[in-house]
């Protein structure tokens, strides 16, 4: 699974497709904000829940691994640091 995986592992490479990711990010929230300014309430909702949806998986199928590989890539003050273990009920 990629979330294991260092993504792209050429730094300047990294660099381009990171900044490529946050604008298809930055560009789903410019859309939404379109929507709820000129969308019926049906629509914005409707859009909304898209848009969330998108932005989620961009960010943890793509955006997250990425960061976690490269943290210096990582927007500033996110920790991307590996997340702790669960312990194991008994």
């Known amino acids: 699974?990629?979330?294991?995986?260092?993504?792209i592992e050429e730094k300047k490479l990294a660099?381009?497709?990171n900044e490529k990711l946050l604008?298809?990010?930055y560009s789903i929230v410019?859309?939404?904000r379109l929507a709820e300014e000129r969308g019926s309430k049906r629509e914005i909702?409707?859009?909304r829940a898209g848009a969330a949806n998108a932005a989620?998986?961009?960010?943890?199928f793509l955006l997250r691994p990425l960061w976690q590989a490269r943290p210096e890539l990582a927007l500033?003050?996110?920790d991307m640091s590996?997340?702790?273990?669960?312990k194991a009920k008994r």
């Open 1 to 7: 699974m990629l979330r294991n995986n260092i993504l």
């Open 15 to 17: 660099t381009e497709v």
């Open 23 to 25: 604008s298809a990010h």
């Open 30 to 32: 410019n859309a939404l």
């Open 45 to 47: 909702q409707a859009f």
């Open 56 to 60: 989620g998986h961009l960010y943890g």
């Open 76 to 78: 500033e003050g996110l």
């Open 82 to 86: 590996p997340p702790p273990t669960k």
